[in-house]
């Protein structure tokens, strides 16, 4: 019985454990109702994608409101798959996150932090799971207020100005894509995705919607980081703190991915847009530049948190790069990678939030000797690294190994080319980090060996592991990709 | 509309930011007013309380931080950023086009699912205000999410601003203080205000109230009683206000108002329907429904009019 109201508890645990923590007042006590209630949303996420995967679609109405009229929450592989990885990510994120926090925030806003963490969960999976554009609205509000309210938290004073800036970016992303949302509602008169895809396309020369359709992807464009768009996000990510980076770089640019994922094959899915003009031309062009530009930009950083942030970028190329090939083996390889990038990239940056926590700086310069002064972190940033690079077994060559293919199917010979500059990019970024890191001896007067405590070290290794795990064994998430592909290019039901 | 035109016009040249935070608040009022002419008296309430009420003194508060005078900056015009602007401009007028005249009844929007609104929310809720049927309960769930909104933008002004004083604003501070003073001591005000608030604070419990039967709800009853309440505490002394509601007592309205609201959808979920299925909470539909609805009503009035209070009195202790 209660089984039929998950796709509802998924997203209002969460929403209800946020103002328990502001009564709460108490840090710890805050952080164990946060604790808690991931992990119930990480079941509940995993209970749903294992019944959309034996069952299909989940409808869920809101208030018991059919659609269009109600809101209805549509849960299939794709938005079932996104919910596990960000539950997975917030739950994982929580043990290390209570150290790490308490040495990064005063002890009297504590709670309010976890509260703000709880409502950015939700919002994120919010976003995910609705099916009513209006509302993922809704949520992309509440997800983008606690996301830059924690960012702005961070130690340094520039955490601030990293905020207002993406405060400022973020809020003409959500302006245009309500924009867009108000122009498809006024030429169909309806909110709700799966009828919107099957009224559209009778409307769809019209120029209102190909406006919207402009101002949907330029808004969602900001919210993803595309290329040019993306420079709110190396600020924010490289002053946020630990715990934050960590969790809004692995799933908050993931679920706005997502969203674009789900506006222009769901929604706009009846419509051709994709044969009309030079759209997968254009994104392909931008994905390319991301995937290299950024990555040089990322050779040249000094601050290795900012060198992961750039890094982010041109992953963010990798999935965009997929979703323009329009083929289900390139949509694949994005939605493998969303998974994919999302434990590595989590994986590295808690390294980070490691040897702040011990060092009390990500500058490249205080990384001397740290392969022997921290050997555990220093063993997974590497075991990461290689991932990011797409050493074979990691999951990185899993992306990179279907996305490469996609290219080869479309004849992209060009796309084949940028993912492997941008490979070999990734292999000196990486490469000049171990080097300091290794081959340098320690400064004089540091203490010999101290690692950062178990509770962040676990937490770590098991976002380092699951990206060896699924690297070698890549059938489960595979197949999901690959069913979350075709539905995705399957009749709008 | 040439009124609003002209006004964001001059904010935009204007550098004095005085004089700016005075003109948006005008903007606000036209804009309220344009609601009112496109028949959204709703939103009108919500943008005449905000917009030019509380916003303005938000604003206020913020100069009185910081300075008044905008400084010129160095760096060329924005010659792209005006380019970029004017083509979005164009790229939006571009879009208008194709759109449904003004008031065509043959548009979509009033074909596709507003009928079952406007024919059915009589049977199934039973409330004379469609509108309230809509952001109650068809599509509750977003009003849930904009409740939400509002708690963030609160706890987030709490987490940002709320820190522990600083030595560096004790100046400012003794500026505004001398300003609250001679506030006090005017008895104009004094009198005028100590008249209107009574008043003020029954009409934000009417409209919350009376929210299902003509324009209003929780938003903004929240809101008013908010604003109410704000002026007592310009008038007066942020002080005296907080001795009245404590900010503890803010705080925890803040959170049992969006609790409340989630509460009743819980209680939907528990009663066998789905999440916020009011319907189930009584023997029959439109007495759940009405119900629910008073009952998530009251929820946003809580936590809007916690949330404005919570603001500013974290920025007013900025301030003292």
């Not at chain 1, 099916?131 to 993922?136: P, Q, R, S």
Request: net charge neutral.
């Amino acid at each position: 019985m209660i089984a039929a109201q998950y796709p509802a508890l998924q997203v209002v645990l969460a929403l209800l454990a946020a103002p328990v923590c502001l009564i709460l007042r108490r840090p710890r006590a805050a952080w164990a109702v946060a604790t808690v209630i991931t992990w119930i949303s990480l079941a509940i996420a995993l209970s749903l994608l294992g019944r959309v995967w034996e069952t299909g679609v989940i409808l869920y109405p809101m208030g018991d409101w059919a659609a269009p009229w109600g809101i209805e929450y549509q849960i299939d592989t794709v938005n079932a798959f996104m919910l596990v990885i960000v539950t997975l990510i917030g739950s994982v994120v929580m043990p290390f996150a209570r150290a790490s926090v308490e040495a990064e925030i005063e002890e009297e806003r504590i709670y309010l932090f976890y509260c703000m963490y709880l409502l950015n969960l939700a919002g994120l999976l919010g976003i995910a799971i609705t099916g009513d554009v209006f509302n993922l609205f809704v949520f992309l509000e509440i997800s983008s207020l606690s996301s830059y309210v924690m960012i702005s938290l961070g130690r340094d004073q520039r955490a601030l100005t990293a905020a207002y800036r993406y405060l400022v970016m973020g809020t003409i992303g959500a302006t245009f894509y309500i924009i867009g949302v108000g122009m498809m509602y006024m030429m169909t008169g309806t909110l709700n995705m799966a009828d919107l895809a099957t009224i559209l396309p009778a409307v769809a020369d019209s120029r209102t919607i190909q406006v919207a359709l402009g101002f949907l992807t330029v808004g969602l464009g900001l919210k993803l980081a595309l290329f040019p768009l993306h420079l709110w996000l190396p600020n924010a990510y490289t002053y946020a703190p630990s715990a934050v980076t960590v969790f809004l770089a692995a799933t908050g640019t993931k679920v706005a991915v997502y969203a674009f994922i789900r506006i222009f094959f769901t929604v706009f899915g009846g419509v051709e847009v994709f044969n009309a003009g030079f759209i997968p031309e254009i994104l392909a062009v931008l994905a390319a530049l991301a995937m290299i530009g950024a990555s040089v930009v990322a050779i040249y950083q000094t601050d290795v948190k900012r060198l992961l942030a750039y890094s982010s970028i041109a992953q963010i190329g990798y999935m965009v790069l997929g979703i323009s090939m329009v083929t289900v083996t390139g949509l694949a390889g994005t939605i493998v990678h969303l998974f994919n990038h999302a434990i590595m990239k989590g994986g590295l940056f808690m390294a980070m939030g490691c040897i702040l926590f011990k060092i009390g700086s990500v500058q490249l310069d205080q990384f001397e000797g740290l392969g022997k002064r921290m050997p555990v972190t220093m063993a997974a940033f590497v075991a990461g690294g290689f991932s990011l690079i797409g050493v074979p077994l990691t999951v990185g060559f899993v992306s990179k190994w279907y996305l490469v293919q996609a290219a080869l199917e479309k004849g992209w010979w060009l796309a084949v080319a940028a993912i492997l500059v941008s490979s070999l990019l990734a292999v000196i970024y990486i490469w000049r980090v171990v080097e300091v890191a290794y081959f340098r001896p320690p400064p004089k007067g540091s203490a010999e060996v101290s690692e950062a405590p178990l509770s962040m070290l676990v937490p770590l290794w098991i976002l380092i592991g699951a990206s060896y795990y699924f690297g070698i064994d890549a059938t489960r998430t595979l197949d999901i990709a690959f069913v979350a592909a075709e539905t995705l290019f399957g009749p709008p039901q | 509309m040439v009124f609003m035109a002209a006004t964001s016009f001059a904010v935009a040249r204007l550098r004095n930011l005085f004089g700016v935070v005075m003109l948006t608040g005008i903007f606000s009022l036209m804009s309220a007013v344009l609601y009112v002419v496109l028949d959204a008296v709703d939103v009108a309430f919500t943008e005449a309380a905000v917009g030019a009420g509380i916003a303005t003194v938000l604003m206020l508060g913020t100069l009185a931080l910081t300075t008044s005078e905008e400084r010129v900056s160095e760096a060329g015009k924005p010659v792209w950023a005006l380019a970029l602007v004017v083509a979005t401009g164009l790229v939006l007028i571009y879009g208008t086009f194709d759109m449904p005249p003004f008031g065509d009844p043959y548009a979509p929007i009033h074909h596709h699912v507003a009928p079952r609104y406007l024919e059915k929310s009589g049977q199934e809720i039973g409330l004379p205000n469609v509108v309230t049927s809509v952001l109650a309960s068809y599509r509750g769930y977003d009003t849930l999410g904009e409740v939400f909104v509002i708690f963030t933008a609160a706890c987030g002004v709490l987490l940002i601003i709320g820190r522990p004083k600083r030595g560096r604003r004790r100046t400012l501070r003794m500026k505004v203080g001398e300003m609250r003073h001679g506030m006090r001591q005017n008895v104009i005000l004094r009198v005028v205000s100590k008249l209107l608030i009574p008043f003020i604070l029954v009409f934000a419990l009417y409209v919350q109230w009376h929210g299902d039967f003509g324009p209003g709800g929780g938003f903004q009853a929240g809101i008013i009683f908010a604003s109410g309440f704000i002026l007592y505490a310009l008038i007066f002394d942020v002080d005296t206000s907080r001795m009245v509601v404590p900010s503890g007592v803010t705080r925890l309205v803040l959170a049992l108002g969006v609790m409340l609201y989630t509460g009743v959808g819980v209680a939907g979920l528990l009663r066998g329907g789905n999440f916020l299925n009011y319907s189930v909470l009584a023997e029959e539909q439109t007495a759940g429904q009405h119900l629910g609805i008073l009952l998530i009503e009251f929820g946003v009035g809580l936590t809007v009019a916690a949330a404005m209070i919570t603001i500013f009195y974290t920025f007013a202790r900025q301030e003292h």
